[in-house]
Structures are given as structure tokens and as C-alpha cells.
């Protein structure tokens, strides 16, 4: 069986994508950092780096589903621009 490479267009700065989401999702819902940092059982320091560093510091997939949850928003919507 021959294989060969495939092309993809990954987007570069996805991470950057879910960390302006997460913000915006989470002021719409109109909670603070400090409360959505204890409802996930994250440390607020670790939410506020997240956001404010777009991203740089990642997040688990375990720890945005909880955000998800939290915010009642699907997974999907964190990934689109």
C-alpha cells in the first residue's frame, strides 16, 4: 500500500482563536474570571494568563470542555473565528 503526504491548511494560531472565545463567551454569560476559575477548578491566575496571553499559557481539552459546560456553549463555537 502506497501512502503519500496529504495537504492540510492548519491554522496557525488556533489556540489564540479558543483563548478570545473563551473571553467573549464568558463575559456574555456575564460570570468573572474568579468565578469561572472556581467553577472549572482551575486557579484564577491560570485563567487570567490564559486570556490576557491569548492563549500562550494552553489549556487541557479536559479543562475547556468544563468551560464549555459552565458557559453552555459548544466546543465548536471556541474554534471559529
Given at each position: 500500500m502506497t501512502t503519500f503526504k496529504r495537504d492540510f491548511s492548519f491554522k496557525e494560531n488556533i489556540i489564540e482563536t479558543i483563548a478570545k472565545n473563551v473571553r467573549k463567551y464568558r463575559k456574555m454569560a456575564g460570570i468573572t474570571q474568579e468565578q469561572l476559575a472556581l467553577d472549572i477548578g482551575v486557579s484564577n491566575d491560570f485563567l487570567r494568563r490564559f486570556e490576557t496571553t491569548?492563549?500562550?499559557?494552553?489549556?487541557?481539552l479536559n479543562t475547556l470542555y468544563k468551560i464549555s459546560v459552565v458557559l453552555n456553549v459548544s466546543m465548536?463555537?471556541?474554534?471559529?473565528?
Open positions: 491569548l492563549g500562550k499559557e494552553g489549556m487541557s465548536e463555537k471556541f474554534f471559529q473565528e
